[in-house]
């Protein structure tokens, strides 16, 4: 199991390993010198302007999605709503189908997040255990893809797209995106660290490919498997540019796409109207992060040891 | 069968013809697994990331509008177009100042925030998952929740620059100041991963040297400059690299906030291939601008790549 914190690797990334380093401060603290106070009290003050430079906006937003058009335009400015009622929330409802669009951006999410994940899965199996000459080859064709923007893929992919009629469909925002190349690289190299004698003994008493796949190798790959997910979740509720090229109908929008929708409609300046609807948007995020703070930190620094 | 169940097992008292067969239908039942396991993935990234990369680069010599079925051959044409339109050297300055200000930026807070964390401080948790947050939001909801903020009247900045005495700048529409203010919107979105990265490459520097650096008297900003900063010279390398590539392509806060403008004062690269391929409609220039950012992706790529195998073998 020492190999496992190989491919999940930012340890020291997240919450808990950061405080380990306990034994090492003590003796700072036994001789601590005026000039150490202070340079303490200096990075609470810093700490303290660091934590409202990141937090205010965030609430400023919350408090702007309850504010009636008065309250926003009034100088000096007014910071808390007179009464906290949902009727940006309404306006925005009756501007856009928000809630259909709750819907498309969680389903597109975890149909796209769960199929990506599967989809690097198999195939991670298959360059790492599937004894074929060109495995290796394979495994830098899906690499490569890594250094590919995708931002030059996208005009071929959307005549692709158009042509076949996919324009406005959850298919044709779906499918694109799908190929896994990030989450390949990871599996495999977490694949690689298993210990290979489970899966001989498991062959030897018969195990097919996709048993030992699903029996052994996943179980085994837990930590590595929820970060890649996680990261997908993320990244695919997040996405904007191409789901906003393949979707003019509002109804298979997804939330962002609707977000900018949203500013066309109703006007650049119309704050609690835009501010209730980003709140629709950050909120799921935030809270999904808050809880799964430290896997999803620990997926999404993987890049940074791994490379 | 079981006997030779690996190509590889040592010779066995089996007669070679039935082995050698054995060998070859497992290695016809292994050639099919593969391709049932690996295949879906790699035809997905042939059809949707090799294919439109090569297209990509065919469409670049055509002029040819999206959507429309008559394209002409130009050859070099679009490319030549493309380096001496006027507008070029201000999208390459836009992009330039973009990336070099949001790297810049984002590594040099992310470090200071690294650092204040690194300390035995009250409340560290609680910065680390604030300051981290932004990192997982929507680019178009930021942008969209700054755009308020930077409201020239009603924004809370102007409020807080009041009270520093200053007048909020026309942020939306005055040249300089539109880029300002996605850069800013850039840095407070991306120093938490930045500070997080640079976290765990401060934590994995030994303390005996810090300790014996304080022995020898050294002052904090020397310990900083001779052993903290060239430790943590791979993670700032990586960085660099990654941090470059992300700004180079980024193109959800200038949708959200300035849609390029004003005058083209925030168009990068990226935008504009977004700009012509999609708004103007010239499909043909949008490639060539693509391929040449791709170019520009890949030869910073290629630097992290010589510096990584260099850096494999070093650990």
Redesign the interface.
């Known amino acids: 199991m020492t190999v496992t914190t190989k491919t999940v690797p ?4 997240d ?1 808990a ?3 380990s ?2 034994p ?2 003590s003796p700072r603290r036994r001789r601590r010198r005026p000039g150490a106070i202070a ?2 009290a200096g ?2 003050v ?2 303290l302007l ?2 409202l ?6 609430i ?2 919350v408090l ?1 999605g309850f504010k009636t058009n008065a309250e ?2 009034s ?3 007014q910071w808390l709503p007179e009464q906290f009622m949902p009727d940006n929330y309404q306006r925005v409802a009756e501007a856009i189908p928000i809630g259909r669009m709750f819907l498309n951006s969680l389903g597109i999410t975890i149909v796209g997040a769960g199929l990506k994940v599967f ?2 899965l ?2 991670a ?3 790492v255990f ?3 000459p060109f ?1 290796n080859a ?1 495994f830098v ?2 690499i490569f ?1 890594l ?14 797209i ?1 042509s076949l009629d996919w324009l406005n469909s959850y298919q044709g925002i779906i ?7 990030f989450g ?1 690289f990871l599996f495999r190299q977490h694949f690689r660290s298993l210990p290979i004698s489970v899966l001989e003994a498991a ?2 008493d018969g195990a097919g ?1 996709w048993r030992r ?1 699903w029996r052994f190798v996943v179980p085994m790959s837990a930590p590595t498997i929820a970060a890649v997910s996680l990261v997908s979740l ?1 990244t695919d ?2 996405e ?2 191409w789901p ?2 393949v979707t003019d109908n509002a109804r298979v929008m997804t ?2 796409v609707g ?2 929708l949203l ?1 066309d409609i109703d006007g ?2 119309n ?1 609690g109207v ?2 209730a609807a ?1 709140v629709v ?2 909120v799921p ?2 809270v ?3 809880i799964l ?1 430290r896997r ?2 620990a997926g ?2 993987a ?3 791994t ?1 | 069968m079981t006997i030779a ?3 590889d097992a040592a010779p066995t008292g089996v007669p070679d013809r039935s082995r050698s067969a054995a060998r070859r239908r497992k ?1 016809l039942r ?2 099919g ?2 391709l049932l ?2 295949g ?3 035809a ?2 042939l ?7 090569l ?2 680069f065919y ?1 670049s010599t055509l002029q040819w509008n ?2 429309s079925s008559v394209a002409r051959f130009v050859g070099l044409g679009n490319y030549v177009q493309w380096f001496s339109d006027p507008q070029t050297p201000m999208v390459l300055a836009t992009t330039a100042v973009f990336g070099i200000a949001s790297v810049g930026g984002s590594l040099v807070l992310g470090l200071a ?1 690294a650092l ?2 690194n ?24 942008g ?6 930077f ?1 020239p ?2 924004g ?1 900045l102007a ?1 807080v620059l009041g009270w520093l005495g200053l007048d909020s700048p026309q942020w939306y529409t005055a040249s300089p100041w539109a880029l300002v203010m996605i850069i800013i919107v850039y840095l ?1 979105k991306h120093v ?2 930045v500070a ?2 640079y ?3 401060l ?2 520097i030994p ?1 005996d040297l810090k300790d014996a650096a304080a022995l020898d008297g050294a002052t ?1 900003w020397r310990t900083f400059r001779s052993i903290v900063l060239p430790l943590l010279g791979p ?1 700032t390398f ?2 660099l690299i ?1 941090t470059m ?1 992300s700004a180079l ?1 980024s ?2 806060l200038i ?2 906030m300035t849609d390029g403008g004003p005058l083209g004062s925030t168009t990068t690269l ?1 935008y504009q ?2 700009l012509e ?2 708004q103007t409609g010239r ?1 043909g220039y ?2 060539a601008s ?2 040449i ?2 170019l520009i ?2 030869a910073i ?1 290629a630097v ?1 790549l010589k510096y ?1 195998e260099k850096r494999v073998h070093y650990s």
């Open positions: 930012p340890a020291g990334a919450p390993p950061a405080d380093p306990a090492a401060a340079l303490d990075l609470y810093g700490l660091a934590v430079v990141m937090s205010v906006p965030l400023w937003m702007a926003l335009v100088l000096p400015l989809l690097g198999c195939c199996y298959a360059v599937v004894d074929v495995r394979v064709l899906v893809a250094l590919i923007p995708g931002q030059i893929t996208i005009i071929p992919n959307y005549t692709l158009a499918l694109p995106g799908l190929a896994s190349a390949t062959e030897l490919h796949l993320v509720w997040n904007y540019l906003m090229l939330l962002p977000l900018t500013q650049m300046q704050w835009l501010m980003t948007v950050t995020m935030l999904f992060f808050l703070q999803l930190v999404l620094t890049g940074a040891v490379g | 169940t690996r190509p290695q292994n050639l697994v593969f396991l690996a879906p993935n790699v997905l990234l059809i949707f990331v090799y294919r439109p990369l297209l990509s469409y999206l959507g925030l204040a964390l300390r035995r401080l009250f409340g560290r948790g609680l910065v680390r998952t604030v300051s981290f947050a932004p990192y997982v939001l929507s680019g178009i909801a930021v969209m929740l700054w755009l308020y903020i409201d009247r009603y809370l409020t407070w938490g991963y997080l990265i976290l765990a490459g934590q994995s303390q904090w993670v990586f960085l990654t590539l392509q193109f959800d949708r959200a990226m291939i977004y391929g999609f499909a949008a490639s693509a391929t950012l791709f992706l890949l790529t992290q990584m």
